[in-house]
């Protein structure tokens, strides 16, 4: 059976779909890295499939939409994710400063910069900070795969002058979990600035 998006949360288990999109996810960050110019082996090396997951997302239909938030603005903390939303759609992202709706399309996925991919590449790929939002009479869903790295793998800018300081993923998660308690957000990369 070929996989594709349209069918992925309907009528497939999620082990082909989580094998499939793991394996785009490394093809894309090699990618991305040799657009750079530089050694696209790091993801390999760091990005086992024991540190990397996908989530699965169900947003219950909701009478004020406009109020509730599936879920809240953020960027996504891994190197880069690759998400399948179904036809009711919700996902949405900044441009200029403005929300915009990501038109849900079945026979397609987005692939969104993760907060490490960022810092990775000294900010020549962008975390895009998104959400997500209810339907008032729809249930929702969608699957999202995360290419993340093993704790201990440091970070450092691929090229200098570095605009973070190097750190390790356990301790951008450590931080993350601070900010949340703390403030009720991700402060995110901002902390790391050289």
Not at 163 to 173: A, G, H, P, W
Request: overall charge positive.
């Amino acid at each position: 059976m070929i996989l594709t998006p349209r069918n992925v949360l309907t009528s497939t288990p999620m082990e082909p779909f989580a094998t499939k999109v793991a394996i785009l996810a490394q093809k894309l960050a090699e990618i991305l890295a040799e657009k750079l110019g530089h050694k696209s082996s790091f993801f390999q090396e760091s990005c086992l499939p024991s540190t990397c997951y996908l989530r699965l997302n169900r947003y219950p239909p909701c009478p004020i939409p406009s109020d509730i938030y599936g879920l809240m603005p953020h960027t996504d903390s891994d190197f880069l994710t690759i998400l399948h939303q179904d036809q009711v759609g919700g996902l949405q992202l900044v441009k200029d400063g403005q929300w915009i709706a990501v038109k849900p399309n079945p026979e397609a996925l987005v692939i969104n910069i993760g907060d490490l991919f960022q810092a990775w590449s000294n900010d020549c790929y962008k975390s895009v900070k998104h959400r997500a939002v209810t339907h008032p009479t729809k249930e929702r869903f969608s699957a999202a795969y995360f290419l993340c790295p093993s704790y201990e793998t440091v970070i450092e800018s691929c090229s200098m002058p570095s605009v973070y300081r190097k750190f390790s993923f356990r301790e951008y998660r450590q931080k993350v979990q601070e900010d949340v308690q703390l403030h009720g957000y991700k402060v995110g990369l901002s902390r790391f600035l050289v």
